[in-house]
C-alpha cells in the first residue's frame, strides 16, 4: 500500500510500517478469510489505551483494513489511542447481509477477552467508520444495547460486551430506500443508483432494494435509535454525491431526541464530497479526537 502515502504530507497521516507496536492479521472469528484485524499501539505508554476501530468504506464491495483513510485516522496514536484497522466480509463473495455488523460485535468481543494481551482498555472502545464502514459502525453503535443484528457464537468470547462507548460516523446511509431523492437535491455531479443490477445495496442484499424491504428497514440506522444508544459523531459533506447528506442530518436530530444533543456531535461541511480528503485534516481530525477524548478517556 506504499502508493497511497505517496505526496502526502507526513503531518496528515502515519505509515503503517512505521508503528513499533503493531500486530497484524489477527484473526477475531473464523467464518470467512475476511476475519481479520490489525493492532497498532502509541510509541509510548504501557496503557491500557481506549481504542478506536477504524472501518474503511467501499460499497460492501473494496477495500480492506489497510486501505481507506486509516493512514490518517493512525495519528490518533499521537494522541493516545490504540487504533484497531477491521476488516469485515464482502459482497465480493455473494450477499452477506447483516454479516459485517455482527463481525464488528465479534471483533469488539475479541478486543475485550484480550484486553491485557494487547494493552487495551477494554470499558472505552469507540469505532470510526467511512461510508459504508460508517453504516455499520452505525448499525453495531446502535444495536449492541440491543441484542440485535448480532451472532454472539461468531468468533466465541459469547460473555463479553459487543457495546461501543462511542461512534464516529462518516458520510454514512441512514435511510438506503431515500438515497436516490435526496440525491437529486443535493448534488451537483451525478451519483451512483441505490438500485438496480450492481449497485451496492443489490449487491448486499442478494436483491433490488424494492424486492427486499424486510431487509432494507432492518439495514437502516433510523430503525434504531432509542435513548440507549452511545454518543455520536457525525461528519458530512453538503456536496456529497453518494450518500445525500440529508441523511446526517435527520439521523443527528432523532439522535439529539432520543439521547440528547450534548451526546450529539454533528457537522457538516459546505461544498466538500463523498469521501473528501479534507474531512481528515486539520480541526476537523481535532474535532473528532476531542469527541473521543469526552467518552473514552479517564
Keep these: 500500500m506504499a502508493?497511497?502515502?505517496?505526496?502526502?504530507p507526513y503531518d496528515v497521516y502515519v505509515r503503517p510500517a512505521d508503528i513499533a507496536r503493531r500486530w497484524v492479521d489477527?484473526?477475531?472469528a473464523d467464518r470467512t478469510p475476511y476475519e481479520k484485524l490489525d493492532i497498532y499501539l502509541p510509541d509510548e505508554g504501557d496503557g491500557p489505551f481506549p481504542v478506536i476501530i477504524d472501518v474503511h468504506g467501499g460499497g460492501w464491495y473494496l477495500g480492506d483494513k489497510g486501505a481507506g483513510f486509516l493512514g490518517r485516522v493512525l495519528r490518533a496514536l499521537r494522541r493516545g489511542y490504540a487504533v484497531v484497522s477491521f476488516s469485515y466480509t464482502l459482497t465480493k463473495v455473494g450477499p452477506?447481509?447483516?454479516?459485517?455488523?455482527?463481525?464488528?460485535?465479534?471483533?469488539?468481543?475479541?478486543?475485550?477477552?484480550?484486553?491485557?494481551?494487547y494493552s487495551l482498555d477494554p470499558d472505552a472502545i469507540g469505532a470510526w467508520g467511512e461510508s459504508a464502514g460508517a453504516h455499520i459502525v452505525m448499525l453495531a453503535g446502535l444495536t449492541g444495547p440491543l441484542g440485535s443484528l448480532d451472532d454472539p457464537a461468531l468468533g466465541g468470547n459469547p460473555g463479553r460486551s459487543p457495546c461501543l462507548q462511542a461512534v464516529c460516523e462518516y458520510y454514512g446511509p441512514t435511510d438506503?430506500?431515500?438515497?436516490?431523492?435526496?440525491?437529486?437535491?443535493?448534488?451537483?455531479?451525478?451519483?451512483?443508483?441505490?438500485?438496480?443490477?450492481?449497485?451496492?445495496?443489490?449487491?448486499?442484499?442478494?436483491?433490488?432494494?424494492?424486492?427486499?424491504p424486510e431487509k432494507v428497514g432492518e439495514a437502516d440506522p433510523m430503525n434504531y435509535i432509542t435513548d440507549r444508544a452511545p454518543p455520536f459523531a457525525v461528519r458530512h459533506g453538503t456536496?456529497?454525491?453518494?450518500?445525500?447528506?440529508?441523511?446526517?442530518?435527520?439521523?443527528?436530530?432523532?439522535?439529539?431526541?432520543?439521547?440528547?444533543?450534548?451526546?450529539?456531535?454533528?457537522?457538516?461541511?459546505d461544498g466538500y464530497y463523498h469521501a473528501d480528503a479534507r474531512l481528515y485534516d486539520g480541526a476537523i481530525f481535532d474535532g473528532v479526537i476531542a469527541f473521543f477524548d469526552r467518552y473514552l478517556k479517564k
Design 239 to 269: 456536496n456529497d454525491d453518494l450518500v445525500p447528506f440529508q441523511q446526517g442530518v435527520l439521523f443527528a436530530e432523532a439522535l439529539k431526541k432520543a439521547i440528547g444533543p450534548e451526546k450529539v456531535d454533528a457537522r457538516y461541511y
Design 176 to 212: 438506503l430506500s431515500m438515497m436516490d431523492t435526496y440525491l437529486a437535491e443535493c448534488s451537483d455531479r451525478p451519483g451512483l443508483p441505490s438500485s438496480g443490477p450492481g449497485a451496492p445495496a443489490t449487491l448486499l442484499f442478494g436483491a433490488d432494494m424494492d424486492r427486499v
Design 26 to 28: 489477527v484473526t477475531y
Design 3 to 8: 502508493h497511497f502515502f505517496e505526496d502526502i
Design 96 to 117: 452477506v447481509w447483516p454479516l459485517p455488523v455482527q463481525e464488528l460485535k465479534a471483533a469488539v468481543r475479541f478486543l475485550r477477552a484480550h484486553s491485557k494481551e
